[in-house]
């Protein structure tokens, strides 16, 4: 079955910098690659997702990159803000979203002011 | 975006005992994903549920602990069955539209 790896687990940056988060899948037939932010105590919530006809996707501050030769896509935060604090979780589907989701590790990202 | 509801909320429950947890949806979907999040870990897929069939249940998970029905388009159970410690858990249901949402998610406690 799939296997997400990502990295890294914590990541602490100074507000206004930016963050980049990576996640690799083990599965070629994986078509769909949803971020989730999820706060303290709340739901996992989609920030953004990206499928596998395109490379790139930005929405305002954060954007996601797709390989698909190397299998690894990436999350991009600019001008990190406090309220970006969070755990960021990477997934993967064969489905296009039809299917169940397999998720990375989590990435507890720290925005120092 | 479709809007899921969950109860209960939370409960704590007896080892040995059983809880049911109740997924709503304000739209029909085709597929209900019911999820398992450990304290502090990431999230895993329990199983699938399309409604008229079988629940899909992914490697290390069986219906006999976690069965699951699905009786409509708009709703799921999933129930966790003779509970142990290692059950307390938050169980999140989700669903199938053009990206996938969760529901508020369920904390369950086992003691």
């Known amino acids: 079955g799939e296997n997400v790896e990502q990295h890294p687990s914590t990541l602490s940056v100074q507000e206004g910098d930016s963050a980049v988060i990576k996640c690799t899948y083990s599965?070629?037939?994986?078509?769909?690659f949803p971020w989730y932010k999820q706060e303290l105590g709340k739901r996992p919530q989609l920030i953004i997702d990206?499928?596998?006809?395109?490379g790139e996707k930005k929405d305002q501050r954060i954007a996601v990159t797709l390989n698909k030769t190397a299998k690894h896509f990436s999350l991009h935060i600019t001008e990190t803000q406090p309220e970006d604090s969070a755990v960021y979780f990477c997934?993967?589907?064969?489905?296009?979203?039809?299917?169940?989701?397999?998720f990375g590790k989590g990435t507890h990202l720290i925005i120092q002011p | 975006s479709a809007v899921i509801s969950q109860k209960p909320s939370r409960d704590i429950c007896q080892r040995g005992t059983s809880l049911t947890i109740q997924c709503q949806v304000d739209?029909?979907?085709?597929?209900m994903f019911w999820y398992r999040q450990q304290p502090g870990q990431s999230l895993t897929l329990i199983a699938t549920?399309?409604?008229?069939?079988?629940?899909?249940?992914e490697s290390g998970f069986v219906i006999d602990k976690f069965p699951i029905s699905r009786p409509n388009l708009t709703f799921s159970t999933l129930t966790v069955s003779n509970m142990s410690p290692e059950d307390s858990s938050i169980y999140l249901c989700?669903?199938?539209?053009?990206?996938?949402?969760f529901g508020p998610g369920t904390r369950l406690t086992v003691l």
């Open positions: 739209s029909q979907v085709t597929m």
């Open positions: 599965d070629s037939a994986s078509n769909y």
């Open positions: 989700s669903v199938d539209t053009v990206e996938q949402f």
């Open positions: 990206i499928r596998s006809n395109v």
């Open positions: 549920a399309n409604q008229g069939s079988e629940a899909t249940y």
């Open positions: 997934a993967a589907s064969t489905g296009g979203g039809a299917d169940g989701l397999t």
